[in-house]
């Protein structure tokens, strides 16, 4: 049996797209077409679909909600498993809320502030699943995904699902076993503590705000490009080597917050990929730092 029909019987067809764009599934808006695109439902569909890639020697990748990922302009060779919207369930229970890998931190974040329950606030704005915040340690405002997870289900390459507690997630700086092991992150209890639900509201409205102050909402980006170096903002690193508004392109170093690097309407992956290496190459010339990206690359560019 070819693969695409094995994709099929294993997600229904529906939910298997041959050559599709990956523009349409990353926030940059940027990206040439996969192979095959599969959604998601289940452990045993993600272990079904991995079987079947591995039976076929194709390559695979999982991604969430594509916020953190640049796609070259000539695609992907290969499978692309979403684990997003068919698999975002999200429960409270007491001081607990239990989400699947799918579910946007945005929205459990709302869940969270619906029950009462503080401790997610930082969250509320982060654009991405559930399942990429366990796997690199997402933050923002000074609160991390380590500070609230209490455990993880995970996959890992052998198709075993394991519970970790949060010390053996060994999260740190944008990172976690997950990641280091290739594990596929499944879902999470997140403990949180009773709140006051109009202050926790507030306090997610004023980081909205800052937001929208500080960051190019209105353009296409995968949000950080470039990890915080050590002792230093990599922001601020950017804009003092000159590069506020640096141009390939459409892609462009955003003018609002030099952290980000934006798709001003049409710009390829190429672009993307040069405009980064040309800041990292400045920045280390100037300030002898090289900057890594935050932005995962897959494809071929």
């Known amino acids: 049996m070819d693969l ?3 994709l099929c019987d294993v997600a229904g067809a529906q939910n298997v797209l041959a050559d599709e764009p990956m523009s349409r599934h990353t926030t940059f808006r940027i990206g040439g077409p996969a192979d095959y695109f599969v959604s998601v439902s289940s452990v045993e569909e993600i272990r079904e679909v991995l079987g079947a890639c591995r039976r076929n020697s194709t390559a695979y990748y999982i991604m969430g909600n594509g916020s953190d990922l640049l796609v070259g302009d000539k695609g ?25 890998a ?5 929205k459990t974040a709302a869940a969270a502030c619906e029950a009462s329950l503080t401790g997610m606030e930082f969250a509320s704005g982060i654009p ?16 991390e995904m380590k500070h609230i997870v209490e455990s993880a289900d995970i996959l890992t390459p052998d198709g ?15 990172t976690s076993v997950i990641s ?17 639900r109009e202050q926790i509201r507030a306090r997610m409205e004023e980081l909205k705000e800052k937001r929208v102050e500080k960051q190019p909402l209105e353009y296409g980006s995968a949000g950080s490009t470039f990890k915080r170096p050590e002792g230093y903002f990599a922001g601020k690193l950017i804009e003092d080597a000159g590069l506020r508004g640096y141009r390939v392109g459409d892609a462009q170093v955003s003018e609002k917050h030099c952290g980000f690097v934006i798709n001003r309407g049409n710009a390829t992956a190429a672009e993307v990929a040069q405009l980064m290496e040309d800041v990292a190459d400045r920045v280390e010339e100037k300030f002898g730092v090289r900057l890594q990206p935050e932005v995962k690359k897959i494809g071929e560019f």
């Open 4 to 6: 695409y029909r094995e």
């Open 76 to 100: 992907y060779r290969g499978v692309i498993v979403q684990l997003f919207k068919r698999m975002s369930g999200i429960r409270v229970e007491g001081e607990r809320i239990y989400a699947q």
């Open 128 to 143: 991405g699943t559930l399942g990429g915040a366990l796997r690199m340690n997402a933050g923002a405002y000074g609160g």
């Open 102 to 106: 799918g579910a946007l931190l945005s």
């Open 160 to 174: 075993e699902v394991k519970t970790l507690s949060v010390e053996d997630l060994g999260m740190g700086y944008r």
């Open 180 to 196: 280091r092991n290739d594990y596929v992150a499944l879902g999470a209890v997140l403990k949180l503590q009773k709140g006051d």
